[in-house]
Nanobody, 116 residues
């Protein structure tokens, strides 16, 4: 079992920045993706960014260079630096770790609210 705990969400004005962090416990593999998804109001959950030693980094199309994901494999942490935030980025952000066969571990989520 892998447990994930997020931190760093909050309220920010449009154009501002936030940094999300996630720390994991349990057995993990560096070659399996770890990263972030989000779910906005009345929207499906979507990919924000993931990173692994095999696949490198992947970002959702909406990111457009505004966010940067980083992972510390020794400390089992992943962070997401979000810049140039807009109200459309308002969502609950979930830390995620993926295993084969569509096995996913999720954090409890952290709210990000961007005011206009």
């Amino acid at each position: 079992q892998v447990q994930l705990v997020e931190s760093g969400g909050g309220l920010v004005q449009a154009g501002g920045s936030l940094r999300l962090s996630c720390i994991a416990s349990g057995r993990m593999f560096d070659f399996r993706p770890m990263g972030w998804y989000r779910q906005g109001p009345a929207k499906p959950r979507e990919l924000v960014a993931t990173v692994s030693t095999i696949d490198g980094t992947k970002y959702g199309d909406f990111v457009r260079g505004r966010f940067a994901i980083s992972r510390d494999y020794d400390k089992k942490t992943v962070s997401l630096q979000m810049n140039s935030l807009t109200p459309d980025d308002t969502a609950v952000y979930y830390c995620n770790y993926q295993l084969p066969l569509d096995i996913n571990f999720w954090g409890q989520g952290t709210q990000v609210t961007v005011s206009s």
